[in-house]
């Protein structure tokens, strides 16, 4: 009886193992280097019995390896949310995203809300959030403390002190600090050249209160720690790096909101792994695993609390500079219409050109 007991149970437990075995799959992820470290992975295979295939790209990339295989070859791929909209229109590349699987509890809400809608297509939503960044302003708080928006820049009180550079986020910024909405005007050209020739004008009043242009982002550190320049329009990751060193300069998100990009998790249209897929985006998404990422990438992700297991030092820097209100004020970069940039290529260079 015992015999036949024993082998009963072996028998049961070799099926549930099979079972297992049939239900696991290989993820193909198409991300961004750092957005999936080995010990996030270990982590997943270890807990779900998936295994993980990642392979590293950027947005252009990730286009036309999709677009090559018509939506097939990887299971997730991560594209910014404003490469997602068109590419879909023009190459058919993605499924839509079914929202039922995807835990939104452990999502920031107004994330999760801005990239659904800028990267929906009819009622179908083709992208969620993961990891997120801003550009906004640097600032040596010793000595501009009194800088709190774009516009601030231009204030007497910075002559010559001041730093940005000649590309769109700089129209972008200073239009939203201008009480204007350059992302609502994107679809309606003559509205967004109207907003762009009330910029250029600011630009052009401004330049006397500019030290110079960067171009990179070892030009703008340098200039910020000799204090040469003490208020920037920079990324937030680097206004944190200059503060390890020196404890008044930081990012500060501008009173207009700070200017946001995300990358997003995005299915292929010819992915098999759905669930594995599934299943990878719930499990980064929970806070500890969140923190992981952050140290590994150096951003943060849009995880509900994700911020809590980081490093005590860069979190205290993440939450002086993003409190609730300015995170669900950050102004989300939607899909740009290909015709706008040489409207905006001519603002720049009159503005550059400009005495």
Known sequence: MNKILSSGIALLAAGVLSASAAQAETLRLLTWGGYAPENVVELFEKETGHIVEVTKSNNEEMVAKLRATNGGGFD?????????????????????????????????????????????????????????????????????????????????????KVSYRLKRPTLIGFAFSMGLDPFAAYNDEAAYAD???????????????????????????????????????????????????????????????????????????????DEAAYAWINFVMRPEIAAMITTAAGNFTASQGGDAGVDDALKARYQASFPQAAIDNIKWYPTVPANLETLEGAVLDRVNAAK
């Open 76 to 160: 997730l791929a991560q594209p910014s949310q404003d490469r997602i909209a068109g590419a879909q229109a023009e190459f058919d590349i993605y499924k839509p995203i079914d929202m039922s699987k995807i835990d939104a509890s452990q999502f920031i809400p107004s994330m999760l809300e801005a990239t659904k809608g800028n990267t929906m297509i009819g009622s179908d939503v083709y992208g969620v959030p993961h990891v997120w960044g801003t550009s906004g302003l640097v600032v040596n708080t010793a000595e501009a403390g009194q800088v709190k928006d774009y516009l601030d820049l231009c204030d007497p009180s910075v002559a010559g």
């Open 195 to 273: 907003i762009l020739a009330q910029v250029e004008a600011k630009l052009v009043e401004c330049k006397s209160n500019v030290k110079t242009y960067w171009g990179g982002g070892d030009e703008i550190k340098n200039l910020l720690r000799s204090g040469e320049v003490v208020a920037a329009m920079a990324w937030d990751t680097g206004g944190w790096s200059l503060n390890e060193d020196n404890a008044d300069i930081t990012f500060v998100a501008p009173t207009a909101g700070a200017l946001g990009w995300i990358d997003t998790f995005a299915m292929p249209k010819r992915g098999r792994a």
